[in-house]
Every structure is written in structure tokens, then in C-alpha cells.
């Protein structure tokens, strides 16, 4: 990585976890994490995690992959800078990292997850119910 501030316009091998992961496709196998609605692919928080909810150890532990992501959302938003976007602030999505979110998830964390995002200082913002 080098010295200090990250720009806009490094090459995009050297942002590191700074963009979150481009679905690879948009079949059935898409997720989205109930923390932080990123929507990536099964195979993709298997193998990385969620690049926003570290704490939550998808990569090292495949249960958390099924109970911390959902297959049931709606509509897909890509955020290229969530800082900058009223949309992302909007969807409360404005401090994480650019990526692919979902408008809403309908399911709550497991409140065991719920627990661990207390325990790591991590707001977690439950689904409105309708
Ligand atoms: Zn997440």
C-alpha cells in the first residue's frame, strides 16, 4: 500500500478492501448481509467476508455466511461514493465502502450476531417493520 492518503484514482489492484467486491453474477446464489446489506455472492462472503462486518467472520466460520446474509431482498443499489451520495445516506449506507447494496432486507440479525456487533462498538440498525 505505500504512504498515507488513498485517492480516487489509484489503479484498482492497489485499493485493497476499499471498493467491496462486484457480484460475479446476479443468480440466485446472490446474499445480502443483514448488517449492512451488501449484496455479493454466496461463494464471495464464503471466501472474503463482508468487507464492512469483519467482526462477523464469514470467511472463517461458512455457518455465519447463511446466518448473517439473506437470499430475500429487494432491488439492488451500486454506491461507487457512499459519502457523497444522498442515496447511501439515505439507506444509511453512507460511511461503508463502495459496493452493491440492497434497498432492504426483511429479516433481523440473529441476535447472537446482534450481540457481537455490540460487543465490537458496531451500530446495527434492525429492519423496519411494516
Ligand atoms: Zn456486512
Known amino acids: ?68 446474509t439473506t437470499p430475500n431482498f429487494n432491488g439492488i443499489i451500486s454506491v461507487m461514493d457512499p459519502a457523497r451520495s444522498w442515496a447511501a445516506r439515505w439507506l444509511r449506507i453512507g460511511k461503508f465502502i463502495p459496493g452493491c447494496y440492497t434497498l432492504a432486507v426483511s429479516e433481523e440479525l440473529p441476535e447472537e450476531y446482534q450481540n457481537i456487533c455490540a460487543d465490537n462498538n458496531v451500530l446495527y440498525v434492525p429492519p423496519k417493520r411494516t
Open 1 to 68: 500500500m505505500g504512504s498515507g492518503k488513498r485517492s480516487d484514482y489509484l489503479p484498482e489492484d492497489e485499493r485493497g478492501a476499499s471498493f467491496a467486491q462486484i457480484p460475479t453474477s446476479f443468480g440466485h446464489e446472490l446474499r445480502a448481509c443483514l448488517r449492512c446489506r451488501l449484496v455479493k455472492t454466496y461463494d464471495q462472503f464464503r471466501e472474503s467476508g463482508c468487507e464492512n462486518c469483519p467482526f462477523l467472520d464469514m470467511e472463517k466460520e461458512h455457518d455465519n455466511v447463511v446466518n448473517c
